[in-house]
């Protein structure tokens, strides 16, 4: 139980152009999700929390005009990553937590994204 | 300020011997402590969690513990393998009514040779 898919899991784009990422939780609801992002050899950065029904909460340093969260059920979150850049390029990770509560969170598999 | 420090940076091994990594973290209010493995390219899967009242839980070869006093946590691998080949990294939560801080260590890279 408690799997997280994410799709795609590969993703080449050209400078310019909006990518969207989905994040599910196959087996569960959940209540909050988390995306990250992860440079190589880096550790994982939260970007952003978002709760099903309202607006996400973004770190400092991420522009929420960029990257755009919306939760708009209880088993999927996407990321827009618009008018992306080569900068942009990253392993975009999600998690999910639980409806029932406490403090697990289930990571997905991650999505590559490269920008030329 | 809230830090997770995990050391070493980097390890490598022989498959078959044992190894143990370190957490260390000035993380308050302290809720809970998770080691995850993640396989390059791939997302975090969770090994064990802690709370402030465990102080070792184990799962398979992995045996994590915490030293709630020091601020300490170990994970010590046994009879590694060579799918053991991962980053670990350990993730220290504080908890504030209904929601949490979760802090991520750097993670140490894992390398094992046949």
């Known amino acids: 139980g408690a799997v997280v898919s994410q799709h795609p899991s590969r993703v080449i784009c050209k400078s310019g152009t909006s990518v969207k990422i989905e994040c599910r939780s196959l087996d569960f609801q959940a209540t909050t999700m988390f995306w990250y992002r992860q440079f190589p050899k880096q550790s994982l950065m939260l970007m952003a929390t978002?709760?099903?029904?309202?607006?996400?909460?973004?770190e400092q340093g991420v522009e929420k005009d960029k990257f755009l969260i919306n939760h708009a059920s209880l088993t999927l979150s996407t990321l827009t990553v618009t008018s992306a850049h080569p900068e942009d390029s990253s392993f975009y990770i999600c998690?999910?937590?639980?409806?029932?509560?406490?403090?697990?969170?289930?990571f997905g598999p991650g999505t590559r994204l490269t920008v030329l | 300020k809230n830090q997770v420090e995990q050391s070493p940076q980097s390890l490598i091994i022989l498959e078959g011997k044992n190894c143990t990594l370190q957490?260390?973290?000035?993380?308050?209010?302290?809720?809970?402590l998770r080691w995850y493995k993640q396989d390059t390219g791939r997302g975090p899967v969770s090994l064990t969690i802690?709370?402030?009242?465990?102080n070792t839980k184990s799962n398979g070869r992995y045996t994590a513990t915490l030293d709630a006093d020091t601020k300490q946590s170990s994970l010590h691998i046994t009879a590694s393998q060579l799918s053991d080949s991962a980053s670990y990294i350990c993730?220290?939560?504080?908890?504030?009514?209904?929601?949490?801080?979760?802090?991520f260590g750097k993670g140490t890279r894992l390398h094992i040779l046949p």
């Open positions: 978002s709760n099903e029904g309202s607006k996400a909460t973004y």
């Open positions: 802690m709370t402030f009242s465990e």
């Open positions: 993730v220290v939560s504080a908890w504030y009514y209904r929601d949490d801080k979760i802090i």
């Open positions: 957490c260390n973290y000035t993380v308050s209010p302290f809720s809970n």
């Open positions: 998690s999910a937590r639980p409806l029932a509560g406490g403090p697990e969170q289930f």
